[in-house]
Nanobody, 114 residues
Framework: EVQLVESGGGEVQAGESLRLSCVIS????????IGWFRQAPGKEREGISA????????YYRSSVEGRFAISRDNAKNTVYLQMNSLKPEDTAVYYC???????WGQGTQVTVSS
């Protein structure tokens, strides 16, 4: 069974940082990428970052580039999203997904107050 489990969300003040984790288990291949998505209330889910477990290539949405950093630990099957200089507009439920599949985590809430 494929499982993705996010953690690390919480409530912070604007300008502070959080690090999200996504632990992947049961995926039957070493050739995959993980994407981070978020969904704010009343808005569509949007992709914000991704990383390949094969070559480490990364992607960032323009609204988070320079503030967020994605990384991976192959040995732990874990992807991290370091989020710095958080803004109130970053408030959302954050999800990870195996790219190109319907394997999603349950989400973790991030709330940034001004």
């Amino acid at each position: 069974e494929v499982q993705l489990v996010e953690s690390g969300g919480g409530e912070v003040q604007a300008g502070e940082s959080l690090r999200l984790s996504c632990v992947i288990s049961g995926y039957p291949s070493d050739n995959y990428a993980i994407g981070w998505f978020r969904q704010a209330p009343g808005k569509e889910r949007e992709g914000i970052s991704a990383i390949s477990f094969v070559d480490g290539r990364t992607y960032y949405r323009s609204s988070v580039e320079g503030r967020f950093a994605i990384s991976r630990d192959n040995a732990k099957n874990t992807v991290y999203l370091q989020m710095n200089s958080l803004k109130p507009e970053d408030t959302a439920v954050y999800y990870c997904r195996v790219s190109g599949t319907d394997y999603w985590g349950q989400g973790t809430q991030v709330t940034v107050s001004s």
